[in-house]
């Protein structure tokens, strides 16, 4: 079958660094994204990857390891309005998404 | 704003009835996907048109259909609704169902099943 692993819920602190960790497994990968939502709004796009490393956009990051099936996305210089729920996705061998449940972030004063 | 819209915003009805959610997606764009996400919960794929055939399922109730038309708008018909039905239902829109395949989404309708 084909599965994403998130964390339920992480807490950090303003102006902290969070990491979010996902792993997967699935039935061939073209990719992965990070998708940002608020409550009771839309999930907006933060990034995709689909090569192994690093990719850096503004205070969001995101890192790939295919051979381990890991990403991460790394959040820097938190601010109040990063307070989100943040979800993993898979695009498999079918080109389908595969959705984790996501992770929800609260940031604290 | 991502260019998708979803009509009604809000829909309260009783169990039983039938409902229609309808979706307009981003110009250009050939393929619409439906999902649910219950109070606190995941979103869960429920099916996918790409230019007006269907393209995937996934954990859809036989009470749920929908279609895409051939301007491409899609509608989601859910019936003989139940109390677990009541959720936020977002549609979202893509070019095409290949790679870098990032998907735009509406701001939901929120069915609420008394």
């Known amino acids: 079958g084909q599965n994403i692993d998130q964390p339920t819920e992480m807490t950090a602190t303003e102006g902290a660094i969070v990491q979010i960790n996902c792993t997967y497994q699935t039935s061939g990968f073209n990719g992965l994204f990070w998708y940002q939502q608020h409550a009771g709004e839309a999930p907006t796009f933060l990034s995709y990857?689909?090569l192994d490393g690093l990719e850096e956009k503004g205070r969001f990051s995101s890192f790939l390891s295919r051979s381990k099936g890991y990403s991460y996305l790394l959040l820097k210089e938190l601010q109040m309005k990063d307070s989100a729920s943040y979800l993993c996705a898979v695009l498999d061998s079918n080109y389908q998404l595969i959705w984790g449940a996501g992770t929800k972030l609260i940031i604290k004063p | 704003d991502s260019g998708v819209t979803q009509t009604p915003k809000h829909l309260i009805t009783a169990t039983g009835q039938r409902v229609t959610l309808r979706c307009s997606p981003r110009?250009?764009?050939?393929?619409v996907y439906w999902y649910q996400q219950s109070l606190d919960q995941g979103l869960q794929f429920l099916i996918q048109y790409y230019n007006g055939e269907e393209r995937a399922k996934g954990n859809i109730l036989e009470r749920f259909s929908a279609q895409q038309f051939p301007d491409l708008h899609s509608e989601l018909n859910l019936s003989s609704l139940e109390l677990g039905d009541s959720a936020l239902y977002f549609c979202?829109?893509?070019?095409?169902?290949?790679?870098?395949?990032?998907?735009?989404f509406g701001p939901g309708t929120r069915l609420t099943v008394l």
């Open positions: 110009s250009g764009d050939l393929s």
């Open positions: 979202a829109s893509s070019h095409n169902p290949g790679l870098d395949n990032e998907q735009f």
């Open positions: 990857n689909v």
